[in-house]
């Protein structure tokens, strides 16, 4: 399985193959982000995408953000998806670690359901907090 980031002016060839993947993760946003939001920021370069494949397909695809803080430089994690996550996803936690680390960011951060605690726990993630939402 080979981990790569895919350059913005690239993202349009590889969308039609992680779309599927990533509209779920997408839609926990409850309306803060769309596909259409993420495309854009992805082809922009505000965010970065990244792909897990081999010679026969794309099997996953993680988008991350550089968010500058005033006190502290995270690369985000923000949308996540897949399948076979367990075979691609310690390596993609790999290459995003270091491409942190070259960013000159102190933290990687993010949120995500419940059930994915299982894969940040044994990552070495801390759980600070639980993140709540109420429509109005």
């Known amino acids: 399985m080979k981990i790569t980031l895919v350059p913005p002016e690239n993202v349009f060839e590889v969308w039609p193959d992680i779309r599927e993947y990533l509209e779920p993760a997408v839609e ?9 939001h993420l495309i854009a920021v992805l082809c922009n370069g505000r965010s970065q995408l990244w792909i897990a494949y081999d010679e026969n397909r794309i099997w996953g695809a993680l988008t991350t953000e550089i968010t500058q ?11 996540l998806g897949g399948t076979s996550l367990e075979q691609w996803y310690p390596s993609m936690l790999e290459h995003v670690t270091n491409h942190g680390k070259n ?10 359901r419940f059930g994915f605690w299982k894969f940040l726990k044994q990552d070495g993630f801390d759980k600070t907090s639980a993140f709540y939402e109420k429509s109005l």
Do not use: D, Q, V
């Open 28 to 36: 926990t946003s409850h309306g803060r982000w769309t596909l259409e």
């Open 103 to 112: 960013m000159n960011c102190s933290a990687i951060e993010g949120t995500a």
């Open 69 to 79: 803080y005033p006190g502290k430089r995270c690369l985000s994690m923000h949308f």
